[in-house]
Structures are given as C-alpha cells and as structure tokens.
C-alpha cells in the first residue's frame, strides 16, 4: 500500500497534519487506510466514504486554500488495541499569521493495520463560537466557500 510504516496513532495524526499544511496530496492519502469504508467529513460537507472520494475533496481542497498551518490541541484519547480515537482543536492559522483565523473540532479515528496506523476516519466541524460567529456574519457567495 505505501512505502512508509507509521509506528503509532501519534505518528498517523502527525503525518495528517504535515501533509495538510504542505499541501501533498500524495503523503496525505498514504496516511488513510486503503478501505473501502474509510470516512471523511469536512466542515459543513458532505459524508465522503472510499479513497476515491476522499482523495478529490482533498486535492480540491489543496488546490484552492491559502497555505496554512496547525497548532493541534488534544482534547482527548481514547485507545483500545488496534483502534485510537482522539477528538482534537484545530487551531488554523493562514499564511504567516500569528494568531488562529478559525478553531475546528475534529475527531480523527485510527486501526492498526499489517502497514501501520492509518486513518479511517476524519470528522471536522467548526465549534460553537465559530458557528454562532457564522450565524452574525451574511451569507459567503459561492466561488467564497472553501472547504475545511
């Protein structure tokens, strides 16, 4: 499947995370689970289920995002043999900005498979504050919207 074994759920979550920023499709898929039942939801999106579906709405979304970069905060972790579940804040910050531009709450869910920890599902939505921000703001155009 790849040519890279990712030793922990820490490790997985890293390699997510790098890939995002740096924007590389390829390093991001290698993170995922080659199954056919691996989930992606991005923030106000739609349930994206398979590799196939997933790759797409990632490399939409690398190809029209401004560069960005994480400081993740962990919530919690959760364990239990061949599965880990951490619910995170992704702090996002855009371009060289100092200070986050939004937080997203994420669940990012691993397995323990014959190559590694890899990734079988990722649930991003925004927190309450962002949402209750997006209810005072009006309405983005179209070609505004970004995913994740």
């Not at 739609?46 to 997933?54: M, Y």
Request: with cysteine; hydrophobic share 40%.
């Amino acid at each position: 499947m790849t040519d890279f074994r990712l030793a922990s759920a820490e490790k997985a979550e890293e390699a997510f995370y790098i890939a995002f920023a740096s924007a590389d499709l390829d390093a991001m898929m290698a993170v995922w689970a080659d199954d056919a039942d691996v989930v992606c939801i991005h923030p106000h999106g739609p349930r994206l289920v398979g590799q196939p579906e997933i790759r797409e709405s990632w490399r939409q979304i690398m190809r029209n995002s401004p560069r960005i970069h994480f400081k993740i905060s962990e919530l919690n972790r959760i364990e239990d043999g061949d599965l880990a579940v951490h619910y995170v804040n992704e702090h996002i910050h855009v371009g060289d900005a100092s200070e986050p531009e939004f937080t997203i709450l994420a669940t990012n869910v691993y397995r323990r498979t014959g190559d590694g920890w890899r990734m079988i599902l990722h649930h991003a939505s925004p927190t309450p504050e962002a949402i209750q921000q997006a209810e005072a703001e009006p309405e983005p155009k179209e070609e505004d919207v970004t995913l994740h």
